[in-house]
């Protein structure tokens, strides 16, 4: 079984890369571009796939991933299956800060086919943050791909004072939800 | 001309949207040149009716006519009706008649007629080579109800029946056994598949559906291909190949042509629950009725879209991809095919 490492490889200066894992094409590409066409004085690659592990033999030409999102689909009992299976391919490395899952479609709730807690238990099990978004609505798509860059920074190491595991447990405590982790 | 068939005629001439009054009428034959052209069209419905009854009471229009305006109507909007697709057998020692239109229609008058005068029997040909029957059912002691016939559509030296329902069940029988004596067949069953779309039906049975899979197509491929040059370079599939794959599975199942129109896809599951005998839950012999229905404006055109949306994984379940071959849109799952009654995607 072949895990994605966090640390195999060497950073690529001035660069960052996000990798967006979930089973819905067109959400995950909108949302690749609204990243993109955020200003930034650093590169941006975007990874897409539907599911991990990725396919080994582009293993040499992949950067280093700085951050991974999983998209969970609320309304597809696939899509949340899909995710459960891709993280047994994660280095445990990458949940020092380095994953964050977000999860589409909430909003409708009579459409929600996951529970809002399996999918908030998924992500205290691996703790790491869960963001919440529609991603149809323009506005909440900026600011979660805005949200995102900034993680994205703080994983790559581009923020000075701040790493990926203290910003991982100051988004915890602000969650303030320590019930399922007893 | 009766009060019955001028009623009928008025209201079917208000169903008739405005927009195709003017060929509807025209296409009825009933009016002379002089007469069409004396019609007001754009007077209110109400008003427009009433000239054409009375235009009707100067011809001396019959039911017969009033019934072959209702079936150019429903020709037109054959969509509005739900239709049943029927097989008529032969058995093997029977010999092959020619066919001929005109037997036909005489011997699937005499064999209604002999049981039950009280009907009004309608043949109407259209171009597309289809013959419509519209048959409104009476009781013995009861005239035909005008508002409530079968239509039946029939392409001659085809076993193909395609018969959209009135509600009077009893007369099924008689329907059936009136297609039979006219079209020389000895047995006629259902098949299964029913869908508001005739022309699909048509095309599903008939098989003019799979010469689109046989046909390469080069058009959309190419398409393809271009949008996914478009993407910007610091955006990169991971997953290329996987695509491609899941993109010729689809095809192989679904073709890349335009799929017949369905408007849903019934399984009646009469299979027995499974579990480890430990949990002791529903363990018994006796089948676990369900019925699962999906449904959609346009049935397999979404179901070819499940794997691309990343709804299900490629290939779906055969249960799902065999409604166009087997020709077929209700399924009954037992136990005997166990094979057969898992894999059903989540939706």
């Given at each position: 079984?072949?895990?994605?490492?966090?640390?195999?490889?060497?950073?690529?200066?001035?660069?960052?890369?996000?990798?967006?894992?979930?089973?819905?094409?067109?959400?995950?590409?909108?949302?690749?571009?609204?990243?993109?066409?955020?200003?930034?004085?650093?590169?941006?690659?975007?990874?897409?796939?539907?599911?991990?592990?990725?396919?080994?033999?582009?293993?040499?030409?992949?950067?280093?991933?700085?951050?991974?999102?999983?998209?969970?689909?609320?309304?597809?009992?696939?899509?949340?299956?899909?995710?459960?299976?891709?993280?047994?391919?994660?280095?445990?490395?990458?949940?020092?800060?380095?994953?964050?899952?977000?999860?589409?479609?909430?909003?409708?709730?009579?459409?929600?086919?996951?529970?809002v807690n399996a999918v908030l238990k998924l992500a205290d099990l691996y703790c790491s943050p869960v963001l919440f978004c529609e991603l149809e609505c323009e506005k909440i798509r900026i600011a979660t791909a805005q949200r995102l860059l900034r993680m994205l920074r703080i994983c790559a190491g581009h923020m000075s004072g701040v790493s990926a595991l203290s910003f991982s447990s100051l988004m915890k405590s602000s969650i303030g939800d320590s019930s399922f982790l007893a | 001309m009766d009060e019955i068939v001028a009623e009928y005629i008025r209201r079917t001439v208000l169903r008739i949207p405005r927009s195709e009054m003017g060929r509807m009428l025209t296409t009825w034959?009933?009016?002379?040149?002089?007469?069409?052209?004396?019609?007001?069209?754009?007077?209110?419905?109400?008003?427009?009716?009433?000239?054409?009854?009375?235009?009707?009471?100067?011809?001396?229009?019959?039911?017969?006519?009033?019934?072959?305006?209702?079936?150019?109507?429903?020709?037109?909007?054959?969509?509005?009706?739900?239709?049943?697709?029927?097989?008529?057998?032969?058995?093997?020692?029977?010999?092959?008649?020619?066919?001929?239109?005109?037997?036909?229609?005489?011997?699937?008058?005499?064999?209604?007629?002999?049981?039950?005068?009280?009907?009004?029997?309608?043949?109407?040909?259209?171009?597309?080579?289809?013959?419509?029957?519209?048959?409104?059912?009476?009781?013995?002691?009861?005239?035909?109800?005008?508002?409530?016939?079968?239509?039946?559509?029939?392409?001659?030296?085809?076993?193909?029946?395609?018969?959209?329902?009135?509600?009077?069940?009893?007369?099924?029988?008689?329907?059936?056994?009136?297609?039979?004596?006219?079209?020389?067949?000895?047995?006629?069953?259902?098949?299964?598949?029913?869908?508001?779309?005739?022309?699909?039906?048509?095309?599903?049975?008939?098989?003019?559906?799979?010469?689109?899979?046989?046909?390469?197509?080069?058009?959309?491929?190419?398409?393809?291909?271009?949008?996914?040059?478009?993407?910007?370079?610091?955006?990169?599939?991971?997953?290329?190949?996987?695509?491609?794959?899941?993109?010729?599975?689809?095809?192989?199942?679904?073709?890349?042509?335009?799929?017949?129109?369905?408007?849903?896809?019934?399984?009646?599951?009469?299979?027995?629950?499974?579990?480890?005998?430990?949990?002791?839950?529903?363990?018994?012999?006796?089948?676990?009725?369900?019925?699962?229905?999906?449904?959609?404006?346009?049935?397999?055109?979404?179901?070819?879209?499940?794997?691309?949306?990343?709804?299900?994984?490629?290939?779906?379940?055969?249960?799902?991809?065999?409604?166009?071959?087997?020709?077929?849109?209700?399924?009954?799952?037992?136990?005997?095919?166990?094979?057969?009654?898992?894999?059903?995607?989540?939706?």
């Amino acid at each position: 079984m072949s895990t994605l490492a966090a640390f195999g490889k060497l950073p690529t200066l001035n660069s960052a890369t996000i990798l967006l894992v979930g089973t819905n094409e067109i959400f995950q590409q909108q949302l690749a571009e609204t990243i993109l066409q955020e200003k930034q004085d650093l590169k941006i690659n975007i990874h897409l796939a539907d599911s991990l592990p990725l396919p080994p033999e582009r293993d040499h030409i992949r950067p280093r991933i700085d951050l991974i999102v999983f998209m969970v689909n609320m309304q597809s009992k696939h899509s949340y299956s899909n995710i459960e299976a891709s993280l047994v391919h994660v280095d445990a490395s990458f949940f020092l800060g380095k994953v964050c899952f977000l999860a589409t479609g909430a909003g409708r709730l009579n459409q929600i086919s996951i529970e809002v807690n399996a999918v908030l238990k998924l992500a205290d099990l691996y703790c790491s943050p869960v963001l919440f978004c529609e991603l149809e609505c323009e506005k909440i798509r900026i600011a979660t791909a805005q949200r995102l860059l900034r993680m994205l920074r703080i994983c790559a190491g581009h923020m000075s004072g701040v790493s990926a595991l203290s910003f991982s447990s100051l988004m915890k405590s602000s969650i303030g939800d320590s019930s399922f982790l007893a | 001309m009766d009060e019955i068939v001028a009623e009928y005629i008025r209201r079917t001439v208000l169903r008739i949207p405005r927009s195709e009054m003017g060929r509807m009428l025209t296409t009825w034959g009933v009016f002379s040149e002089n007469q069409l052209q004396s019609i007001n069209l754009h007077q209110i419905k109400d008003k427009l009716s009433q000239e054409v009854v009375q235009l009707c009471e100067e011809n001396g229009a019959t039911i017969k006519h009033a019934a072959n305006l209702d079936i150019i109507y429903n020709y037109t909007y054959r969509d509005k009706k739900v239709w049943t697709v029927y097989k008529m057998t032969k058995e093997d020692g029977d010999e092959n008649v020619v066919f001929n239109w005109v037997d036909f229609k005489n011997r699937f008058k005499a064999s209604l007629r002999l049981l039950l005068k009280n009907v009004t029997i309608t043949f109407k040909k259209f171009e597309d080579n289809s013959m419509w029957i519209r048959i409104a059912w009476g009781t013995q002691f009861k005239k035909p109800n005008q508002y409530k016939p079968t239509y039946v559509v029939y392409h001659s030296q085809t076993p193909y029946v395609f018969i959209s329902h009135s509600i009077f069940k009893n007369c099924r029988v008689l329907l059936f056994q009136a297609l039979l004596a006219a079209a020389n067949y000895s047995d006629i069953h259902e098949m299964d598949l029913r869908s508001r779309c005739l022309d699909s039906l048509k095309d599903i049975v008939f098989k003019r559906y799979n010469q689109n899979v046989e046909t390469f197509n080069p058009q959309p491929l190419q398409e393809r291909n271009s949008t996914l040059e478009n993407v910007d370079p610091r955006i990169i599939q991971e997953d290329k190949n996987k695509k491609e794959t899941i993109r010729k599975i689809n095809e192989e199942d679904f073709g890349n042509g335009s799929l017949p129109k369905l408007q849903y896809a019934q399984y009646k599951l009469e299979t027995v629950f499974k579990s480890k005998p430990e949990m002791g839950i529903l363990n018994d012999k006796e089948p676990f009725r369900c019925l699962v229905t999906f449904s959609s404006p346009h049935l397999l055109e979404a179901l070819k879209s499940l794997a691309p949306a990343g709804l299900a994984t490629a290939p779906l379940s055969r249960l799902l991809t065999c409604i166009v071959p087997e020709a077929k849109n209700s399924f009954k799952i037992t136990e005997k095919k166990s094979g057969f009654s898992h894999g059903l995607p989540d939706q």
